[in-house]
């Protein structure tokens, strides 16, 4: 795929130069310690952790009735299956090699975290969606999770390995060379750098891709509160409300526990705006609160949605979502913020390109930790099952540079850059790496539908939508 070039300063200062320069030698010389070919390397006993024991730890904060149905996503298949395993996977690469270059880290960076949403401009943006993992931490803990969901979603599309090996090599590719381009860009520029739709459609390598591209552009210019209507949103005596949908959305009792929880974070998460913002807000009022599912790791945690009014009728949605300690810190330190969901808006500001406008944290009088963003901001994704063929490897092109392009503006691309080098050891290495790790998924799985069937592991399947 031709790539987009990233803008650059006309004249970059000796100094400046020379630093950047520094930075790439200290990268290089990570390769002495750490070769990159050690990248490869994935075995069973390099493991801490117990895959199970791991992921009902992390379901003991989560809200109990909730967790068969998370267990119940999760086993589908491998890929949703590591897409709920995200803490086990974390401990798994951090008994691997780390080289230990910061950058702010996804935590939980697969390829359905990638997509569509609208820029403050009202611009089509394409970059990551999901930041609740998100942490100061090394590159690698990004790169393999995102390596390793595109071998599984090839082998669960029917793809043979020398398909599974190109698409990741396409991937982890982009990433190489694009950290590479915004290793020699001015921090502001790389601040400042985008991928929207209009460079999506204008690099295009073929008119098919262009076309794709700007139905996609379309559909997220679609996906506004107005298109909830009939959806999520009913007309119920005269008021607009939400439509129950049980377990998937639900109005919660009046003043009970959970309800008042939420309702005390969105009546404070408005501090954390800027005054703008906070003065927009204002011009709308809360007029009906539900509980809400969302997601495969997701699911168990508090997370509700509000839709607010203006007095002219005009609509807003705001999701409140709990914020739990990171997957990463474990093994990366806690990071700097106490309140997570502090953690969680200032690292989603970190990494993409523009973030949403009504972006916010809070906490309840019970110690719950929330942040606060907009339901559907012409937010969407591609269809695991749409990712066939050329979309594929477009997919995972886009998908290498957006990741490329965030790491660069919230960590060193210099040194990450260093060590990489230009050619595609690295490359290799990682998916020899993702190979030997989608097999290890696998036998997860097939572990995972044992504690399954033998009770330990309770499971809701939920009937298929009409």
């Known amino acids: 795929m031709a790539r987009a070039p990233v803008a650059t300063t006309v004249a970059t200062p000796v100094s ?20 990159r070919a050690a990248h490869s390397a994935w075995k069973t006993a390099m493991r801490t952790a117990d895959p199970m024991e791991l992921l009902l730890a992390t379901g003991k904060n989560r809200l109990r009735e909730l967790l068969p149905l998370r267990y119940g996503r999760m086993s589908h298949s491998p890929f949703t299956y590591m897409r709920g395993a995200a803490a086990m996977m974390a401990a798994d690469v951090a008994a691997g090699p780390v080289t230990g270059i910061p950058v702010q880290s996804c935590g939980d960076c697969h390829l359905g975290n990638f997509g569509a949403f609208a820029s403050p401009e009202r611009r089509v943006l ?18 393999k999770r995102l390596a390793v969901s595109f071998v599984l979603l090839c082998r669960d599309r029917g793809y043979d390995a020398t398909t599974a090996r190109e698409v990741t090599l396409t991937l982890l590719e982009a990433y190489r060379c694009h950290i590479r381009d915004y290793a020699t860009t001015a921090p502001l520029d790389t601040w400042y750098a985008i991928i929207d739709s209009e460079i ?15 139905e996609f552009e379309q559909k997220a210019r679609r996906r506004t509160s107005d298109s909830l209507i009939g959806k999520l949103l009913v007309e119920s005596e005269g008021k607009l409300r939400f439509l129950d949908q049980p377990p998937t959305i639900a109005h919660l009792p009046r003043n009970g526990k959970l309800e008042k929880s939420f309702r005390k974070a969105l009546e404070r998460y408005p501090q954390t705006l800027s005054e703008d913002r906070r003065y927009l807000l204002s011009r709308y009022h809360l007029a009906d609160l539900a509980f809400k599912i969302v997601g495969v790791g997701s699911v168990g945690t508090r997370c509700a949605v509000a839709l607010y009014l203006s007095d002219g009728g005009d609509r807003l949605v705001l999701q409140v979502k709990e914020a ?7 093994y990366a330190g806690k990071g ?5 969901g502090e953690r969680v808006v200032v690292g989603q500001r ?9 972006l916010g944290w809070a906490n309840d009088d019970e110690g719950q930790h929330y942040y606060v963003r907009q339901l559907r901001d012409m937010k969407t994704s591609v269809a695991p099952e ?6 594929l490897f477009n997919f995972a092109d886009m998908c290498g540079w957006a990741l490329a392009r965030a790491h660069a503006k919230s960590g060193d691309g210099a040194r990450i850059s260093g060590y990489l080098g230009n050619s595609d050891r690295i490359d290799r290495a990682i998916t020899d790496f993702s190979l030997a790790y989608a097999d290890q998924c696998e036998k997860d799985f097939a572990v995972f539908k044992r504690a399954i069937r033998t009770g330990k592991i309770p499971v809701e399947i939920e009937p298929q939508q009409t």
């Open 324 to 330: 739990c300690p990171s997957v990463l810190a474990p």
């Open 336 to 340: 700097p913020h106490t309140h997570q």
């Open 350 to 358: 970190l990494m993409q390109c523009a973030s949403d406008i009504f």
């Open 386 to 391: 749409a990712l066939r063929g050329p979309v």
């Open 126 to 143: 394409f970059d990551i969606t999901d930041f609740d993992e998100t942490l100061p931490a090394s590159w690698e803990y990004d790169v």
């Open 200 to 214: 999506l459609i204008r690099t295009a390598p073929d008119a098919a891709t262009r076309q794709r591209r700007i």
């Open 16 to 35: 400046l130069k020379s630093a950047r320069n520094t930075a790439q030698r200290e990268g290089r010389s990570l390769r002495e310690k750490m070769p």
